[in-house]
């Protein structure tokens, strides 16, 4: 009985860990900073301020990432289809050159940051990285809707975009 006990907690603990879900950011990631196309710096918190009032569609992403450009068609339909929303662009690229040329090349259309703390920084911490590319909705208040999406076929990342 004990041990089933200690396996049932142990399964129970590995797959709530899976499926974390999160309706806010923590202030690590809030305050952690990013570079505009311009070359300033920006704290998160700073985006989501400018983006409050509005749904945001968040794209982590990066240029060399073969996932990110295969799904790069249907981001930019999603955009097509729901002008209303934001498209925030968080880009995971090694160099700012990289990811600029990377915007070009692909004609991508949204705001545009560099996550310049990397996947183990506070925001790539706050989002367990682990693949990419990562959508997320943001809804006109500021709380996460959805965390978690690495589809843009997601019913969840769908529903939230209506």
């Known amino acids: 009985m004990k041990n089933s006990l200690l396996v049932f907690l142990f399964v129970t603990t590995l ?7 999160e309706t806010q950011f923590s202030e690590a990631a809030l305050n952690d900073e990013f570079v505009t196309l311009n070359g300033d710096s920006i704290l998160f ?6 983006h409050l009032g509005n749904t945001v569609f968040i794209d982590v992403w990066a240029s060399w990432c073969k996932d990110c450009l295969e799904g790069l068609p249907s981001v930019k339909e999603l955009q ?12 995971l690229d090694k160099t700012q050159k990289a ?11 949204g705001d545009h940051y560099f996550m310049q ?11 367990d ?4 590319p990562r959508y997320m909705i943001i809804d006109k208040q500021g709380s996460i809707k959805v ?14 975009l209506k």
């Not at 097509?80 to 880009?91: A, G, I, M």
């Not at 965390?147 to 939230?160: E, H, Y």
Request: glycine share 6%.
């Open 147 to 160: 965390f978690k999406a690495i589809k843009t076929t997601d019913i969840t990342l769908l529903n939230n």
């Open 99 to 109: 990811w600029k040329k990377g915007i070009n090349r692909l004609e991508i259309k």
């Open 45 to 50: 918190k700073t985006i989501l301020e400018k």
């Open 15 to 21: 797959l709530s860990c899976q499926n974390r879900v």
């Open 117 to 127: 703390s990397g996947w183990k920084g506070a925001m790539g911490t706050f989002l």
């Open 129 to 132: 990285l682990d693949w990419i």
């Open 80 to 91: 097509q289809k729901h002008p209303e929303v934001d498209f925030v662009y968080l880009s």
